[in-house]
């Protein structure tokens, strides 16, 4: 049960009941879907914040590069998924047959611009950098996660 009156926070435990409760924690993509509306749901709700454009980054100087320290908006999100249900969740949206669940691993961004919330499929160097950048902040470490790929 929500402690709040919004219809916001009634879905904050929906990931978690549905991992618990028969018949749908034999449904792993269900959870993913749950997850998928809550990572939107976060997202859109995210505080607003001013961001660096590439504009301002191109009139950096070279020397900088080194020691940029880099963070991201409260709206940016990696949502890992085991199966296609990213693919079963836009269906269900537009209200057509979903596609059978098929093991499909992968990481999707999830992020805010301009109020509207953006989506897509990462690559496994963009995850890497991601990953990195979330976690150390620092440009430099996110240039050697890369070069391990390329």
Known sequence: ????P???????????????LEPFNALVEVAEIAAIEQAFANSFDAADCHYVTQ??????APETWATLSLTFHDSVQLLPQRYNSFQIWQA??????????????CTWLIWR???????????????S?????????SFAS?????????
């Open 1 to 4: 049960m929500s402690q709040h």
């Open 55 to 60: 504009q301002q980054l191109a009139q950096l």
């Open 129 to 137: 950098a991601l990953i990195t950048a979330k976690t150390t902040g």
């Open 113 to 127: 611009h301009n109020l509207i919330s953006h989506y897509r499929a990462l690559e496994n160097a963009e995850l």
């Open 6 to 20: 919004g219809l916001r926070y009634f879905r904050q435990h929906m990931v978690q009941l549905v991992k618990q």
């Open 142 to 150: 996110v240039c050697e996660v890369l070069l391990e790929h390329f």
């Open 92 to 105: 269900l949206d537009k209200a057509h047959i979903p596609p059978l669940k098929i093991p499909d691993k």
